[in-house]
């Protein structure tokens, strides 16, 4: 499932995602998740396109090697369609392996320096027909938050380091900056080649209790990439991306509560304006939600949750959705976790002047085994 945690965490460099990977490793040696998720948005009269469809399969292993070093695999199979206006309207659809994720943390000062290096093998979809850019671009967005957002490219190699020191006695702080190199790879077939400009991650947090048993979480992670260079000539530049994100979390008798919020804003690309240049215009997105923690019983747990996201592109509304639901947590055993979620999201889509009602569910299932 896509809590706010975890997008969160597809949002960090990967210096501080490794921190959360050998945390979770620290206890049992070996972590295994896998599950399945379907999310599907239909829409009102006025798109090229009334509805859109994906089912995901994750599968991820975490690995700890003695007290320094831990090593995760992750991967997924996703099926996605969309399908045009009309009756008689065409389906595209795409299905396949995603990009492989293979991740090594290295304690170089246990508990105060970590070192990680990740590469990404190219298993999924580099080079697709142009019949499907419109899926891919469909899902690719923010507002609407699929658990897959792409399907492929050419592959890369991050590295990066993460640190966390005490300040005070008993908050933290935690820095991170990471480095990403992107093979070259042709996205559309018979188009031209591509090479992805380098990205840089950065990232500040902090995190501890206060008053009445409460905690709070906060992280500012900036982003800034070269140009996307095309073979056939042109560059394709993106602006300087600040995510902002906090959260508090507090008790209410035996429900725990939890409120967050994250802002993620993109600068409009410098040099713009150059001749050859195609620029993805600034924008902003904006979510903001609440979840309950209920125990059932010592086994059930009950996370009933509300979000709200607003998205924008340049100065003009692309939409804002909201969405509710549950999950449900339920204990297996002392090795292994299942998760089950419902969700409905309802919102409005601005295309052109256009406004378009969405409406959809997104249904899920987790399972974690450990030892």
Same mark, same amino acid.
């Given at each position: 499932m896509r809590t706010p945690a975890f997008l969160l965490l597809a949002l960090l460099p990967v210096g501080a995602a490794a921190t959360n990977a050998a945390a979770q490793a620290a206890a049992n040696a070996t972590v295994a998740r896998t599950g399945v998720y379907f999310e599907s948005y239909s829409f009102g009269s006025g798109l090229a $396109?009334?509805?859109?469809?994906?089912?995901t399969i994750p599968f991820a292993v975490t690995q700890r090697f003695g007290n320094r070093v831990v090593v995760d695999i992750g991967s997924a199979f996703a099926s996605a369609s969309v399908r045009e206006t009309g009756g008689g309207g065409a389906t595209i659809h795409h299905s396949g392996l995603i990009d492989t994720d293979i991740r090594a943390t290295v304690g170089v000062i246990p508990g105060r320096l970590? $070192?990680? &290096? &990740?590469?990404?093998?190219?298993?999924?979809?580099?080079e697709v027909p142009d019949t499907t850019i419109p899926l891919f671009g469909a899902?690719?967005?923010?507002?609407?938050? $699929?658990?897959?957002p792409g399907f492929g490219s050419g592959g890369g190699v991050s590295a990066g $380091?993460?640190?966390?020191?005490?300040?005070?006695?008993?908050w933290a702080m935690g820095t991170g900056i990471s480095y990403r190199y992107g093979a070259s790879y042709t996205p559309v077939a018979g188009g031209s080649e591509m090479s992805p400009g380098g990205e840089v991650r950065a990232r500040v947090g902090i995190e501890g209790p206060f008053g009445g048993g409460k905690y709070f979480r906060g992280a500012l992670i900036y982003t800034t990439s070269g140009a996307n260079e095309m073979s056939a000539g042109g560059r394709t530049l993106i602006g300087d991306r600040a995510l902002l994100y906090a959260a508090v979390s507090m008790p209410l008798g035996r429900t725990n509560l939890s409120l967050y919020g994250w802002d993620m804003r993109r600068s409009g690309p410098r040099a713009a304006d150059t001749v050859g240049v195609i620029s993805v215009p600034g924008g902003n997105v904006l979510a903001l939600g609440a979840r309950l923690e209920r125990p059932l019983s010592p086994k059930v747990t009950l996370v009933p949750l509300l979000e709200f996201r607003h998205e924008l592109t340049g100065p003009v509304l692309l939409g804002y959705l909201v969405r509710t639901g549950s999950d449900v947590r339920y204990r297996l055993s002392e090795q292994a976790t299942a998760v089950l979620q419902a969700q409905l999201a309802f919102g409005k889509l601005n295309d052109e002047g256009t406004s378009v009602s969405l409406f959809g569910p997104r249904l899920g299932m987790l399972l974690e085994w450990s030892r």
């Open positions: $396109f009334d509805r859109i469809s994906e089912m970590l $070192f990680t &290096v &990740v590469g990404t093998l190219p298993t999924g979809a580099a899902t690719a967005t923010d507002l609407l938050g $699929f658990t897959t $380091f993460a640190s966390a020191f005490k300040t005070g006695q008993n």
